[in-house]
Each structure stands twice: as structure tokens, then as C-alpha cells.
């Protein structure tokens, strides 16, 4: 885990260093399919506007913008290993007494709601059981800090080989819902119906 962490901090401050607080710089290749990945994502919370979240690798908080734009009325918390980006995100949301940002994940609270965009893409040097167990234990993470629900997206296997990376990992959609049906709760939701190469899990407890 330690190695993982380690790498991944590494990987998102450089693309931090590169793009600046963008969509770019957090992976994606826009900011159109970065607020879809979020409409996906906040379909755990249904359409109460009053609720506590977790932003689990939460980058340069811009979940936090969309949040604000629904007109959000709880507490927001947003983590990140990188120090760099918890350092822009703090930055750009001084302004937002609801929003607080850490890079110690100890510090994170249970919430009503954790969400993770991305944080399961790139693999970097590991292998794939590794990035697996890693993914497995991040995901149960994410439900000891949610009271009402959490969710989190990965690239899918249905993915066109022909566009798939090696250093990114690839999750079977079948075996995530399985998984969190089966150990987490009856009221989960697989979303694999728009335009990007992935799902959404959405867990509801």
C-alpha cells in the first residue's frame, strides 16, 4: 500500500505541475466527461441538496465547484496522498467555510456520502492482482466512512482492446457489483449506460 501511495502522490503532483488545477491535470481528457464522471457519482446522494460527503482523492477539489453549483448546504471533505494538490485545493476553495482538505487520510470522518472519481485508473508499475487488492481495500474504506451510501467509477474490461493502456487498470463491472452486493449491501446500482470507457458502482446503505 505504501509503495502505491507513494507513486500515486508522485503521478498526480507531476500532472498537477504540468496542467495546473484543469481536468488535465487531475487525468481526464475534459472537463465535460470530468462533470459527467460527477453526475454518475452524486446519484448516491438523490436529490437532497442537505449532506455531508467524502471526496476520496479529491484533487484540486473541483467536485467541491459542482457541488456549490447544486446548491449544497452540508460539509464537504476532500482527500488526496498529493500534498501539492491538497495545497491548490485549499487554495482555490478559501473562500468555502463548508469545504475542508487533507492529505492524512486518518483524518477523514465518516460522512453521509464518499465518492472516488478516477483514483482506480492508473496503475502505474503494478500488477494487476496488485492494483486489485489495492482497489479492495480502498473500496472498503470508502464504506466504513459512509453512513447513507458511497459510490466510485473504474475503467471497465468491455473496454475496445485496441484503445486499452498498459498502465492502466481495467476493472470487471460484474465482479465490483457482486462484490459490493455481497459484502457491503442489497441496494447497489452498476452504471454502464454513458458515453465514456467505464461504470459507476453506487452503493446505498
Not at 29 to 50: D, I, K, P, W, Y
Not at 169 to 175: I, K, M, T, V
Request: aromatic fraction near 16%; proline fraction near 2%; charge should be neutral.
Amino acid at each position: 500500500m505504501e509503495n502505491i501511495l507513494h507513486d500515486v502522490a508522485a503521478y498526480y503532483t507531476r500532472r498537477l505541475r504540468d496542467y495546473g488545477p484543469t481536468a488535465k491535470g487531475v487525468d481526464w481528457n475534459s472537463s465535460e466527461s470530468q462533470t459527467l464522471r460527477f453526475q454518475m457519482l452524486l446519484q448516491v446522494c438523490g436529490s437532497s441538496a442537505s449532506f455531508s460527503i467524502n471526496d476520496y482523492g479529491c484533487g484540486y477539489g473541483a467536485l467541491a465547484d459542482h457541488l456549490a453549483s447544486r446548491g449544497l448546504t452540508g460539509r464537504y471533505t476532500g482527500y488526496d496522498v498529493s500534498e501539492a494538490m491538497i495545497a491548490q485545493a485549499a487554495t482555490l476553495h478559501a473562500g468555502r467555510p463548508w469545504c475542508e482538505f487533507f492529505a492524512e487520510e486518518s483524518r477523514l470522518a465518516p460522512a453521509d456520502f464518499s465518492v472516488a472519481s478516477g483514483i482506480f485508473n492508473v496503475r502505474l508499475g503494478f500488477s494487476d492482482d496488485e492494483w486489485k487488492t489495492y482497489m479492495l481495500r480502498l473500496v472498503d474504506r470508502l464504506a466504513f466512512l459512509s453512513r447513507q451510501g458511497f459510490a466510485f467509477n473504474a475503467l471497465t474490461t468491455y473496454a475496445d482492446a485496441d484503445r486499452m493502456r498498459q498502465d492502466l487498470f481495467y476493472a470487471d463491472p460484474l465482479f465490483w457489483f457482486d462484490h459490493c452486493k455481497r459484502r457491503y449491501s442489497r441496494k447497489v446500482s452498476l452504471l454502464h449506460d454513458y458515453p465514456l470507457y467505464e461504470f459507476t458502482i453506487v452503493v446505498k446503505l
